[in-house]
């Protein structure tokens, strides 16, 4: 049975379903067909959805101003790539300071805000490249001051920043210092250093190049001298007394001083004369067993003379006493 009320209804529905349709059909062919028609915000339909063409507006975009980024009415030629938009022309681009670069804003920035910027250094695909874009044009390279190399950046830096850096120093470099440590790829001996072929791991330790110090093994005894001989390493100082004796006859590997010669029989090293120092009885060479006013040692008195005087209440004693006969070892003042 044919109701008027019916078809007047679907006629509605119809007219509404359409006027949607060819709504909707502005909306997105007014911003994507190749007419050279202008149109103005307020020329827009009500209904217009931003989010329903191919650009979808996030983040900062929300708020702009359509006329900010469809310059002159011309919504249907607006970019849709980042670096073709935000050019310094149309929109805010790459400031002065920007580091050298024709990749995306896409790569580094997002839709929020230029700030903070960062890169993911995926390890899949950078590590072992870090050149390829730190270069000092693309992005940041090395300073002048930095040390002439050819390794690539993740040897020593981490992708979190370029401070702190530091190398890893494994077994496969043990002896093989000098390789980079040679004043030109990396630090090497100062101008203040002994003179030595060595290694610098062979008194160095890989953290760090203070404390330093050498092993002197069992090896080394009675070979001072190779080294120490003021070349190498450390040797008699001018002031020294003459000897040709090795160095630990008298001085131990933990320091110079104190010094003292282990095998003093004549006269023993006990009593009085254990604090003396060496150059008291010794002032000129350590070979010689004289003392200062030439007479030779031997006996107690043949270093003692200058204190065997009548005036010192000795009376008249034979020359050839001996001072032990009165004095006690420990204190020749005390009988």
């Known amino acids: 049975m044919w109701r008027p009320g019916f078809v007047v209804l679907t006629a509605l529905a119809g007219l509404v379903l359409g006027m949607v349709f060819f709504s909707y059909?502005?909306?997105?062919?007014?911003?994507?067909?190749?007419?050279?028609?202008?149109?103005?915000?307020?020329?827009?339909?009500?209904?217009?959805?931003?989010?329903?063409?191919?650009?979808?507006?996030?983040?900062a975009h929300r708020s702009l101003k359509c006329s900010q980024c469809h310059l002159g009415g011309q919504y249907r030629t607006a970019p849709r790539e980042c670096e073709n938009c935000h050019n310094d022309?149309?929109?805010?681009?790459?400031p002065k300071d920007h580091i050298m670069t024709t990749q995306g804003c896409n790569l580094c920035h997002t839709v929020n805000a230029w700030s903070p910027a960062t890169f993911n250094h995926n390890l899949a695909l950078v590590a072992g490249q870090c050149s390829t874009c730190h270069n000092g044009q693309t992005a940041t390279g090395k300073p002048q001051n930095h040390l002439v190399t050819?390794?690539?950046?993740?040897?020593?830096?981490?992708?979190?920043?370029?401070?702190?850096?530091?190398?890893?120093h494994d077994a496969s470099t043990a002896g093989q210092c000098s390789t980079c440590h040679n004043g030109q790829k990396a630090t090497g001996k100062p101008q203040n250093h002994i003179q030595t072929t060595a290694q610098c791991d062979t008194c160095h330790r890989t953290t760090g190049w203070v404390p330093a110090g050498y092993i002197h093994d069992a090896s080394a005894t009675g070979q001072c001298s190779t080294c120490h001989n003021g070349q190498t390493a450390t040797g008699k100082p001018a002031n020294h007394a003459g000897?040709?004796?090795?160095?630990?006859?008298?001085?131990?590997?933990?320091?110079?001083?104190?010094?003292?010669?282990?095998?003093?029989?004549?006269?023993?090293?006990i009593g009085g004369h254990a604090p003396l120092d060496c150059s008291v009885c010794h002032p000129q060479n350590f070979s010689i067993p004289f003392y200062r006013d030439g007479t030779q040692y031997g006996a107690c008195a043949n270093c003692h003379t200058r204190n065997?005087?009548?005036?010192?209440?000795?009376?008249?004693?034979?020359?050839?006493?001996?001072?032990a006969n009165c004095h006690q070892h420990a204190d020749y003042s005390r009988f």
């Open 308 to 323: 065997y005087k009548p005036a010192d209440g000795h009376r008249s004693l034979a020359l050839d006493a001996m001072c």
């Open 89 to 94: 022309q149309i929109a805010y681009g790459k």
């Open 150 to 168: 050819t390794a690539q950046c993740d040897t020593c830096h981490k992708t979190t920043g370029w401070v702190p850096a530091g190398y890893v």
């Open 243 to 269: 000897v040709t004796l090795q160095c630990d006859t008298c001085h131990k590997t933990t320091g110079w001083t104190p010094a003292t010669y282990a095998a003093h029989d004549n006269p023993k090293l």
């Open 25 to 59: 059909k502005i909306a997105t062919s007014e911003t994507t067909s190749g007419s050279s028609k202008k149109l103005t915000e307020s020329e827009l339909p009500a209904n217009f959805n931003h989010d329903a063409t191919s650009f979808q507006l996030l983040g």
